[in-house]
């Protein structure tokens, strides 16, 4: 039986394709390659999630972010994260103002960089875990509280965080609390032949790239709103609630790669990770409900920072996608009870 789709929001998403092919347009102007990662970014704006791009040093990681908030009509904001970082760096700090007429003094709050609507924290591993954690209110309540008050931050927000994997010496991995705040972790790897010679042709000549904004922060609420609206049957949920219990060993739907390898598995933000970015994913493609196949595309993405490997999966040398892709391929998109 056909399904009848609101005419509102089968011309909202047409919108809505119409902006991302506009935004991506934008962004190649200028970011060579890396499809997949502005994918991943875009994913997470608009369903209102954060990211976390992890990558060797030189492939564009802050390039993309600021590329980005180039092309959309945001506030921006970029903080390097050093060991000497503190809190009030980028939340922001109280202060005595002095009125010059009355010599009154008062108390007045000076905001940080955290009180952008796209902040790039660039190098977050490098920062104490105590300058580290002033993110997580901001990332998952959207405010921020200094002292007694308590501050909203400006709607839509979003927090890109990038890392280098390979230089570990004077760094403190983030805490579990703090990555599965982040929607999706991204791997940044490494350009083609063909794009490393588009980017040495641009980056060595007169070329500029003319990024245009083609995005407001209202189009990009009312995209989120509208993600919220569509529909995910009963057994894609199923299956994706089932893809994310079999991370869990010797939980009910757990594999043997998953009791053998895994220490931890994943909490129900991941599950709210896949059911987002499964929703986008369809109305990308110009469906009204998530399949199988868009819960698949960024399962990856949604799970491989929130799951820990143990003893003998670090000993092995088994990477996390190798055992999250096995569970992508041995767990059955149906069950019996559903089919």
């Not at 805490?175 to 999706?184: G, K, N, S, T, V």
Request: hydrophobic fraction near 40%; charge should be negative.
């Amino acid at each position: 039986m056909a399904t009848t789709v609101d005419p509102a929001v089968e011309k909202a998403t047409q919108e809505l394709c119409k902006r991302y092919k506009a935004l991506r347009a934008e962004i190649g102007k200028a970011i060579v390659g890396h499809d997949e990662v502005v994918d991943g970014v875009l994913t997470a704006l608009f369903v209102g999630g954060h990211v976390l791009l992890e990558g060797v040093p030189g492939l564009g990681k802050t390039y993309l972010i600021r590329t980005l908030a180039e092309a959309v009509d945001l506030q921006f904001s970029r903080i390097q994260f050093t060991p000497d970082l503190m809190p009030a760096d980028i939340i922001g700090t109280t202060i005595i103002t002095e009125d010059e007429t009355t010599g009154k003094r008062t108390f007045e709050f000076r905001k940080g960089p955290l009180f952008a609507q796209i902040v790039l924290a660039d190098e977050i591993n490098r920062a104490t875990p105590k300058t580290q954690s002033a993110l997580l209110e901001a990332m998952q309540e959207h405010s921020v509280t200094v002292g007694r008050n308590r501050h909203q931050l400006e709607e839509p927000y979003f927090v890109m965080a990038t890392q280098n994997p390979i230089e570990q010496e004077g760094t403190y991995p983030l805490p579990e609390a703090q990555l599965d705040r982040f929607m999706f972790k991204l791997l940044v790897q490494y350009s083609s032949k063909e794009e490393v010679k588009t980017i040495i042709e641009r980056t060595t000549t007169g070329y500029r790239a003319d990024v245009r904004k083609v995005m407001s922060g209202a189009e990009i609420i009312g995209t989120q709103n509208l993600v919220r609206r569509i529909v995910m049957a009963p057994h894609v949920l199923d299956y994706a609630i089932r893809l994310a219990l079999a991370s869990h060993p010797g939980g009910p739907f757990a594999l043997d790669v998953t009791n053998r390898f895994v220490r931890w598995g994943v909490s129900p933000r991941a599950v709210q990770a896949l059911t987002l970015g499964a929703k986008l994913r369809a109305l990308l493609d110009g469906r009204f409900n998530a399949s199988f196949s868009d819960v698949q595309k960024v399962y990856l993405p949604a799970m491989r920072h929130r799951v820990l490997l143990n003893f003998e999966g670090e000993a092995e040398g088994v990477s996390t996608d190798e055992v999250l892709r096995e569970i992508v391929e041995k767990t059955p998109t149906m069950t019996e009870a559903a089919a």
